[in-house]
């Protein structure tokens, strides 16, 4: 059990700059990158803005877990790797986000409405397949030593973030719905 939980664990520090992105985009606006398409929630400021500020708070959250000998995963004295890796992820969320409001706006469902489980897992797919071609990049052109996807994710660990990310983003929505930052708790 302690082997599962701890599998969960890593795995949601790993995907931690696809979720701050994700957060981070509930406070940005500005002109939206094509409102037929995407609806109007889909700005450019949020698209670049976010993966950056993602990559600026993980900068002290990975020294902490660096510090604390809890994860090496996310190392900032490595810029490169460390920057590559998390404007990467927090692009590749940003990028699910979107593509979930493409098929969400052509099966005619509005914006702000609940489609089960996209809404909760379109950034954690992003984040993934960025994370796993940004690695794999690093690796094939010898900036990285391994390929930190492959040195990092566990199986277990991905499967059980799909089953728990729903319930953490309807926590975390319903947090945001209370402060006034969403108008639903989805």
Do not use: C
């Not at 995907?15 to 037929?36: Q, S, W, Y």
């Not at 954690?124 to 990285?144: E, F, Q, R, T």
């Amino acid at each position: 059990m302690k082997e599962i939980l701890g599998a969960l664990i890593e795995t949601l520090y790993l995907l931690l700059p696809a979720a701050l992105a994700n957060m981070v985009a509930t406070f940005t606006n500005g002109r939206p990158i094509h409102k037929e398409l995407l609806g109007e929630g889909k700005t450019w400021r949020g698209l670049f803005l976010s993966p950056v500020v993602a990559t600026i708070l993980m900068a002290p959250i990975a020294k902490l877990a660096i510090s604390t000998g809890w994860s090496h995963a996310y190392d900032p004295n490595s810029p490169v790797i460390f920057i590559s890796l998390t404007l990467a992820i927090g692009f590749g969320a940003m990028v699910g986000d979107s593509t979930k409001s493409y098929f969400k706006r052509r099966k005619g469902i509005p914006r702000g409405e609940k489609w089960f489980p996209f809404d909760q897992l379109d950034f954690v797919v992003g984040g993934l397949v960025a994370a796993l071609a940004s690695a794999s990049i690093l690796h094939i052109n010898g900036v990285a030593e391994n390929n930190w996807f492959l040195q990092h994710f566990s199986l277990v660990g991905v499967v059980l973030v799909f089953v728990i990310m729903p319930l953490l983003h309807r926590a975390v929505n319903i947090i945001g719905r209370a402060i006034g930052v969403k108008k639903v708790p989805w």
